[in-house]
């Protein structure tokens, strides 16, 4: 008996149809141009923010550091001329060099004074000068060599006043300075300039005020100031007491 080839008919599953499903899904996914650019703004957007909040706190850390700053160099070169202006004493038999403070309007607001006195200075400079020895001390503010105002402090122990100013040690203490301004006082009232009379230079004062301007590179300013009592202070007060007892002693005057 022969046989036929039997037609096998297959059953159309729909795999044709699925198969185009996920091309046209790749098609639509993705980010358009417009999103995109969208997603970069923001992201500018926020780091800015960001950027400005860490340098506003960077900037704030800075001011409070410089002002830190400030205050330890303004409190240690107000001490240590306070310290010297105190211990200052006449000159010595034979020398005219004594006690002067010398008024110097500078080329800012504030003033840019000098100061020169004997001392026996808080710390030495040189090791070659003894601990004991008195020496000429000054303080001033001017420029430097980089054009920027200084406070200078000037040492000589030599003595005599030619030799002084070949000799004498300049110390720049620093640069933030711009300004000194001193006043001197005596039992009466007070002066601009140290002596006032220019025919006694072996007068001390009663007491000496010191203000001291500094500004750092925020062009930020601060004065300190101190009042130094020099050891005349005895002698003022026997006079301020002497007058205090002499009006006490008049009688007042009764009116008719």
């Known amino acids: 008996m022969d046989s036929k080839p039997v037609a096998t008919r297959w059953k159309h599953m729909g795999y044709g149809k699925g ?3 996920p091309e046209a899904l790749q098609r639509e996914a993705g980010f358009t141009l417009v999103e995109l650019l969208l997603a970069l703004f923001l992201f500018a957007l926020i780091a800015a923010v960001i950027f400005a909040a860490f340098a506003a706190v960077a900037s704030g850390v800075e001011k409070g550091r410089q002002s830190i700053e400030l205050y330890r160099v303004g ?5 240590h001329m306070a310290q010297e202006i105190s211990a200052a004493m006449p000159p010595q038999t034979g020398n005219t060099i004594g006690f ?13 004074d ?3 006195f004997l001392t026996v200075p ?5 090791d070659q000068v003894p601990r004991y020895e008195i020496c000429h001390v000054a303080y ?18 030599s003595g005599g006043e030619d030799e002084r100013r070949e000799r004498a040690t300049r110390l720049e203490l620093t640069d933030l300075a711009v300004g ?10 007070d002066h601009e300039e140290w002596p006032p009379t220019r025919g006694d230079q072996t007068l001390l004062p009663c007491r000496v005020r010191l203000a001291l301007t500094l500004r750092d590179t925020q062009r930020y300013e601060r004065a300190f100031m101190t009042t130094v009592t020099l050891p005349m202070r005895g002698a003022c007060e026997d006079a301020q007491a002497g007058r205090t007892q002499t009006q006490s002693s008049v009688p007042p005057t009764s009116g008719q």
């Open 19 to 21: 198969l185009g499903q």
């Open 100 to 112: 002067q403070g010398k008024k110097n309007p500078g080329g800012s607001e504030t003033g840019q």
């Open 114 to 116: 000098r100061i020169d």
């Open 180 to 189: 000194l301004d001193i006043t001197y006082y005596d039992a009466d009232k």
């Open 75 to 79: 409190r240690v070169a107000l001490l």
């Open 140 to 157: 001033y503010v001017t420029d430097n060599l980089q054009g920027k105002t200084a406070l200078f402090r000037e040492e000589d122990c």
């Open 122 to 126: 808080y710390r030495r400079h040189s």
